[in-house]
């Protein structure tokens, strides 16, 4: 089974402070990717990162930056939080293909209230 | 750009058969998703369609019909744990470099006695 888990289910910080949010997936694959769910807006693509060291940026990266240092390990830093930050965080993994189902596969998620 | 578009809300009664809706406009087409979402979970992944027809997988079908931009999801046999959001989602190969997946705000579907 695949495994993809988030450094924390829940999450209280402060305005201003500097955010860590921790993914790490089991199963070797090479694209990793953050994403935020909102109501009404469903799941928006923040940052991927298709291989050890390199970063894309999503839809809405603003705000948000990205460190994968090791395959399996995929951080979303939030520099200094605000309250429009405040989100359900998603991350999830797939393998290199691009054909076959090649489906993503989610972590937990992570609530995130900024105060 | 990439739009998506599927109803926000359905309720359906126990034991029915539902059909939700997708239509998506993209500037390229290479696969389309279909999720389930409970309340507070991770999405899991349902079907996967990349060429027109129908997907069958036990009391879950997909359909797919490329040159209309339209799928649907079926569920047949509803059961009270069938009550989640379902969510749509396109993978697009022009998106540049990745080949992104973008996702519709998904269906609230609320299974009702």
């Known amino acids: 089974d695949v495994k993809v888990t988030q450094s924390s289910r829940y999450l209280v910080k402060r305005t201003g402070e500097k955010v860590f949010l921790e993914c790490v997936q089991d199963?070797?694959?090479?694209?990793m990717f953050w994403y935020r769910q909102d109501p009404g807006l469903g799941l928006r693509l923040i940052y991927f990162?298709?291989?050890?060291?390199?970063?894309e940026k999503g839809d809405i990266p603003e705000g948000y930056s990205v460190s994968r240092e090791k395959k399996e390990r995929f951080s979303l830093i939030l520099e200094s939080a605000s309250t429009n930050q405040t989100s359900m965080y998603l991350c999830?993994?797939?393998?290199?293909?691009?054909?076959?189902?090649?489906?993503?596969?989610f972590g937990p998620g992570t609530r995130l209230t900024v105060l | 750009g990439q739009n998506i578009d599927q109803p926000t809300e359905m309720t359906a009664t126990e034991g029915a058969i539902v059909q939700i809706n997708c239509t998506y406009q993209?500037?390229?087409?290479?696969?389309l998703f279909w999720y389930q979402q409970h309340a507070g979970e991770a999405p899991t992944f349902l079907s996967y369609?990349?060429?027109?027809g129908l997907e069958e997988k036990g009391r879950f079908s997909s359909f797919l019909s490329r040159s209309k931009g339209y799928s649907y999801l079926l569920l047949k046999e509803l059961q009270m744990k069938d009550s989640a959001s379902y969510l749509c989602?396109?993978?697009?190969?022009?998106?540049?470099?990745?080949?992104?997946?973008?996702f519709g705000i998904g269906t609230k579907l609320q299974v009702i006695p």
């Open positions: 999830a993994s797939t393998s290199l293909g691009t054909s076959g189902t090649d489906t993503q596969y």
């Open positions: 989602a396109v993978r697009d190969p022009n998106s540049g470099g990745y080949q992104k997946v973008t």
């Open positions: 199963m070797d694959h090479e694209n």
């Open positions: 990162s298709y291989d050890v060291k390199m970063k």
């Open positions: 369609n990349v060429l027109d």
């Open positions: 993209t500037s390229g087409f290479n696969g």
